[in-house]
């Protein structure tokens, strides 16, 4: 452990640093961690159940939305606000967190967001229609928003460099297996009791989450900086915006409409701003120097890929393997899990091809290679195919999930200063978070435009349904009725237009995937330690 400091610290102060015996100066510089804790086994269960927690909300309710637009009154287009208002209220929120956890603690601001987000999710089981559900995903999102990079920087800090990269497995276990399970759980708990139970289950997990970062969390130094309001609402602006315009696009008929029009504009305007205040200002949002660093903005691009990859895919495969195959909603979450499984695995391979100083750089082109070679799997799908496809799939798209995770967040964090941990946290999980509420509107529209387009392509072939209803095996089913052949075709067409639609999005996503590729090229490896360097000096509240 390393010695703790702080600025000019009085007599009061100081009985309350955890101090560091003198003997472990002599410590190497692998053993030394940043924070200091007195249990790091049992605040490394609660950081991952706050992590687990609020990163499973994101999926949890995929499965539950037939249930949850019945019961909230809503459209087939408007009940996935419930899950992309919940994940760009993160968006927005995340970069607070650098600024909050510097002002007021990274404990304290910690400890507020689980509170926060148990309240939040009580909220949301309670809600009695659509826009209540919304505004109480948007709380829930905001309090989710800290707890993803402050777990991430926490697991940092409490580990020394030798274990950072077993740290960073164990967490990306939860960030990337969360979104597996959750339809699983959802899928359960709907259909066993009721959709609301998917946001009832975080109050026990949540109390005792907060129980345990109540007694051994330990907390960054805290310092007295300004703040980016500009700079801020400018971001807030943009990213809103532009997932509006994601959102009404579909039902505005895209840039035929002015609304479409000004919320893209004011989008690209918002964004424009923000970076010349981030450029110029004498007190940006995020620190200039983030931006000079070529690793973490190469990992910030993927975490982009990451986002679309892992949360529309996620909210693509439930309503399809419902509708289309038939599935119950515990059954279409059970087909999910092999992803999580060949994650999983390979989280666990990565770490220890990791500790054999293997290239990080070939795990995270391997991992994507294989990533794309599993949506290439899925542009061949059928409708008549049983459940192996689905299986074998997922646990090679899980596997190459996982070789690119934990590499790429210790190539993006390894050549950077331990103090812009916090605000990097941000950025990583502020790209995931977009592309993940900008993948899941885009390839909901595309399924809507492409369902239709399939069904004049499809419909056009269709033999007329008159002389259809006198074919005798048609007639004994029918009884000679033209408008039930007409139903019946309509039927078979809205199948297949849909099936057809759901393969034109994931060769998208294995295009963008195999397009990410290149940017493996621009990733430098980061060094060992040296002998001289040192963690960063915090302060334990």
């Known amino acids: 452990m390393c010695a703790v400091a702080t600025a000019n610290p009085d007599a009061g102060e100081a009985d309350r640093l955890a101090r560091v015996p003198s003997t472990e100066e002599a410590v190497p510089l692998e053993e030394r961690a940043a924070l200091h804790t007195s249990n790091r086994p049992l605040l490394t269960i609660g950081v991952m159940a706050a992590t687990i927690m609020q990163i499973l909300d994101s999926t949890i309710a995929n499965v539950a939305l037939p249930h949850m637009q019945a019961s909230l009154s809503a459209t087939s287009d408007t009940v996935t606000w419930v899950l992309t208002s919940y994940i760009v209220a993160s968006a ?24 926060g987000f148990v309240i939040a999710s009580m909220l949301c089981g309670l809600a009695s229609s659509l826009p209540e559900m919304v505004i109480f995903r948007v709380l829930q999102g ?11 920087t926490v697991m940092m800090d409490i580990n020394p460099r030798s274990k950072q990269a077993a740290a960073m497995s164990i967490w990306g276990m939860g960030i990337m297996v969360g979104p597996i399970l959750g339809p699983v759980i959802g899928g359960w708990l709907t259909d066993n009791y009721d959709w609301r139970w998917c946001f009832y289950v975080n109050v026990p997990i949540g109390i005792a989450c907060f129980l345990i970062l109540w007694a051994l969390l330990p907390s960054r130094e805290i310092k007295k900086r300004g703040f980016d309001i500009f700079g801020f609402s400018m971001l807030a602006v943009a990213i809103s915006a532009f997932q509006l315009m994601l959102d009404r696009g579909q039902t505005q008929d895209w840039f035929s409409s002015w609304e ?15 970076f010349v205040q981030l450029f110029t200002a004498k007190g940006p949002m995020f620190d200039r120097a983030l931006f000079l660093n070529r690793n973490l903005l190469t990992g910030v691009g993927f975490m982009l890929v990451i986002g679309v990859l892992m949360t529309a895919t996620l909210a693509l495969l439930p309503p399809m393997l419902q509708s289309l195959y038939g599935y119950p909603v515990l059954t279409a979450g059970i087909l999910l899990m092999p992803r999580g499984i ?28 294989i990533a794309g070679w599993s949506l290439y799997d899925m542009t061949s799908w059928t409708l008549e195919m049983g459940q192996q496809p689905f299986i074998v799939t997922g646990l090679v798209q899980g596997i190459g999930l996982g070789l690119v995770f934990i590499p790429l967040n210790i190539i993006a964090f390894g050549t950077l200063d331990p103090r812009y941990r916090t605000e990097a946290s941000s950025l990583m999980n502020l790209a995931r978070n977009i592309g993940g509420s900008a993948g899941i509107s885009v390839v909901t529209a595309l399924l809507a435009r492409n369902i239709q387009t399939a069904h004049s392509e499809i419909g056009q072939h269709i033999p007329d349904p008159g002389l259809v209803a006198k074919d005798p095996v048609v007639s004994s089913i029918t009884g000679g009725a033209t408008d039930t052949v007409l139903a019946m075709a309509d039927g078979i067409v809205n199948k297949q237009a849909a099936m057809v639609a759901y393969l034109d999005d994931f060769k998208l996503m294995m295009i963008l995937t195999l397009a990410s590729i290149p940017l493996v090229l621009l990733l430098q490896r980061p060094a060992p330690p040296k002998a001289g360097d040192e963690p960063v000096h915090v302060a334990v509240e």
């Open 92 to 115: 927005v929120a995340i970069p607070l967190t650098g600024w909050l956890a510097d002002r007021i603690g990274s404990r304290n601001l910690f400890l507020g967001a689980v509170v």
């Open 142 to 152: 905001v309090a989710a928003a800290f707890m993803n990079p402050l777990s991430q």
């Open 260 to 274: 479409v029009w000004t919320e893209g504009m004011v989008a690209l305007g918002a964004a424009w701003m923000f």
């Open 342 to 369: 060949g994650i999983v695995a390979s989280m666990y391979v990565a770490g220890q091809l990791m500790k054999r100083q293997v290239d990080p750089r070939l795990m995270v082109g391997t991992g994507l290679l």
